[in-house]
């Protein structure tokens, strides 16, 4: 037997769960680390978590890790069992790196070693890739064993992931999905936040977010592209004609996870970004990445340089080290004038650190979130009243201010704050959604298309990027005004790509292209694998935040008006349908982007390996992928989804939808 510290990468991934009991690990003092979870087992549920986390061991070894999980669980929370942290390094390596007999298995692999990346995870060591609590697996054990199931698959298997849980290899068909994953799929009577902390505790579920227990996050690239497209729009719903985001000053709040991207969508988009983050590791990871131009850790100095910035005309993103609240409240005591604001912390996660709040340390606030969950939720509520007061004093001023699909508003309603319209149901402030991505790009189908070139090659990526523009550009040409916009946005975006270093991690992109222009960039992508001129396979996916992967009604079909927004009919189906169209792996989750209960969402995963076959399944798939949503938006009565059904009906000789009847606003309002 070799100690797993002698081992080669390749044979570590190949053990699984060693012969020999790992020495006792401790968690890197050197990385952010997940708050500790608030205690909600009994003593007999206490044992039965340990219980059932002893499952993935030998019975020789029970006694030793009973009492050391016993205790991770009282110190933690959770049970995360660092003894059998990896000694490998965990990162996005070539795809030849891993041991695999399928190229499928192996991009996979690949894929969730991206979304653990230090350099790219938010915690870590605690297996979570972003939003607090977005996790690739519950504990160790499950990411051993996964690696070694995909290692061992062949092209007539399918794993199945339960929350995280590896339940096994099964036998399939080289055409069903390679793998298949759920997270935190609950009765719907036990989808409460509170349900997902004591089952989670309980170690049989977990929260997947959206790509991170799907395999699909590619850094804060992802956020960026989206935020960068709803910050362009903002500004364009507030400035006015010739007018540019020059000068013009983006206060939000949140650096970790796939919040930091927002400065680097700021300088994109040429304003001046102020964002604050309590968390003074995640602002320095986010400057060290070189996502933020610059900290600051007092209120005095962050009012003069914006003062400066403002007066200067600079292009430059400011981190503040502190609360939001205090910025909000500060900038209207000192005239700063906001024109465009939102916020991006963890909101969907808001009682176990996804929000801090005002008036206290992020030392403390910790402190009491373990010690006294009781006592921080109510220090959130007040300080969400008074955040929102502070935003609504700056709103009355001409500040344009949108809720960003981190249930801000939705949470800051719940704690009494000021944000029901006259109806008691409605916001005030809109969603990003409603405003902006839903009749803008969603509903004529345009969202988030990723990929990623497993070669690991910087000059590969670039190749992709002169396909998807060449491909945009020729789309550009012949498209109807109504998605003129969209196309040029996207091609500046991918034009700028390099050059604003978005890379972090796997050589992936992201942009925004409808079912026709995914179908052609990733034939393109096919071709060139096949022809050589990639170097290795294309993964293709999105994140679920897109036309038709997502069932939200605070988020993705907030703009729905037929009372539809709270069926999550479309999502289920997406995930089916895309499993037996091709996809090479499928997910659906639910929790993921506003919270806990509040959405269900689906995602995929598609290996272009320059095949005749992958040419049939991209085509078939991503068509698929994306009509649905609009079927779905055009039911709706959505008036763009309706333009876009119309076009896709006159190009598409197989396609059948049922249609919807427009009424006549006068019969309706006669009747009673």
């Not at 005004?481 to 946005?489: A, C, T, V, W, Y």
């Not at 069926?567 to 090479?584: K, L, P």
């Amino acid at each position: 037997m070799i100690n797993s510290i002698n081992m080669t990468f390749q044979e570590e991934i190949l053990q699984g769960i060693p012969d020999v009991l790992p020495a006792k690990k401790a968690p890197d003092s050197g990385l952010s680390h997940a708050p500790v979870r608030k205690a909600v087992l009994n003593k007999e549920e206490r044992q039965l978590a340990v219980r059932n986390a002893l499952r993935y061991f030998p019975e020789t070894w029970h006694k030793v890790l009973a009492q050391e999980f016993m205790e991770e669980l009282h110190t933690y929370g959770r049970i995360y069992m660092y003894r059998f942290m990896p000694d490998h390094k965990i990162y996005a390596r070539p795809v030849d790196a891993y041991p695999a007999k399928t190229r499928q298995a192996a991009a996979i692999m690949l894929m969730i070693q991206n979304n653990l990346d230090a350099a790219i995870a938010q915690h870590p060591q605690e297996l979570i890739t972003y939003g607090g609590n977005g996790a690739v697996f519950q504990n160790w054990a499950q990411y051993r064993l996964t690696m070694q199931y995909l290692a061992t698959m062949t092209e007539e298997q399918t794993l199945h992931m339960y929350s995280g849980h590896p339940m096994g290899l099964f036998p399939s068909s080289t055409a069903a999905p390679r793998v298949v994953v759920t997270n935190g799929m609950m009765i719907p009577n036990y989808s409460r936040p509170d349900d997902w902390e004591r089952y989670n505790a309980l170690g049989v579920t977990q929260y997947g977010q959206m790509t991170a227990g799907s395999y699909m996050y590619i850094g804060p690239q992802g956020i960026v592209h989206g935020t960068t497209i709803t910050l362009m729009n903002a500004f364009r719903k507030k400035l006015k004609t010739g007018e540019t985001p020059e000068a013009k000053v983006f206060l939000t709040s949140g650096l970790g996870g796939m919040s930091g991207a927002q400065p680097k969508a700021g300088t994109i988009t040429k304003c001046i970004t102020v964002c604050a983050e309590i968390n003074p590791l995640a602002a320095k990871k986010r400057q060290q990445q070189g996502w933020v131009d610059e900290l600051i850790a007092e209120l005095d100095q962050l009012c003069a340089r914006t003062k400066k910035a403002i007066e200067q005309k600079e292009i430059v993103s400011l981190a503040y080290i502190g609360n939001v609240v205090d910025v909000w409240e500060r900038f209207y005591e000192e005239k700063i004038f906001v024109t465009v604001g939102s916020d991006q912390t963890s909101l969907h996660n808001p009682w176990s650190g996804g929000y801090y709040p005002a008036g206290i340390s992020f030392d403390t606030a910790n402190k009491m979130l373990a010690a006294d969950p009781e006592q921080f939720k109510q220090k959130v509520k007040e300080s969400l009243v008074r955040h929102v007061n502070a935003i609504n004093r700056h709103t009355a001023l001409g500040t344009y201010f949108f809720d960003y699909g981190n249930a801000f508003l939705l949470e800051a309603g719940r704690a009494g704050a000021a944000v029901f319209a006259a109806n008691k149901t409605d916001f005030i402030y809109p969603s990003y959604v409603q405003d902006i991505l839903g009749p803008i790009c969603f509903d004529y189908g345009f969202g988030p298309f990723r990929w990623v070139c497993t070669s690991g090659l910087e000059a590969d990526l670039y190749r992709t990027d002169a396909m998807a523009l060449e491909v945009l550009s020729e789309m550009r040409r012949t498209a109807p005004d109504e998605i003129q916009q969209q196309l040029s946005d996207n091609i500046h975006w991918i034009r700028e790509a390099a050059k604003n270093k978005l890379v972090v991690g796997s050589m992936a992109r992201i942009l925004y292209a409808d079912a026709e222009g995914r179908i052609r960039i990733a034939k393109q992508f096919n071709d060139a694998v096949r022809e050589g001129r990639l170097t290795s396979p294309v993964v293709i996916g999105r994140d679920h935040h897109d036309v038709s992967g997502t069932d939200s009604p605070w988020r993705e079909t907030s703009n729905i008006y037929d009372g539809s927004r709270f069926t999550a009919d479309m999502a289920v189906h997406n995930v089916i349908g895309d499993s037996f169209r091709g996809a090479t792996w499928v997910s659906i989750h639910n929790g993921g982007g506003v919270g806990w209960g509040e959405v269900i969402n689906g995602g995929f995963g598609l290996v272009l390996d320059g095949s005749t076959d992958a040419e049939q399944k991209l085509a078939n798939m991503l068509f698929y992928d994306v009509n649905n949503g609009i079927a779905r938006r055009a039911w709706a009565r959505n008036k763009e989804a309706l333009q876009a059904l119309n076009r896709e009906l006159q190009r598409t000789p197989g396609l059948r939808v049922t249609q919807a009847h427009l009424v006549d606003d006068a019969i309706i309002t006669e009747i009673e």
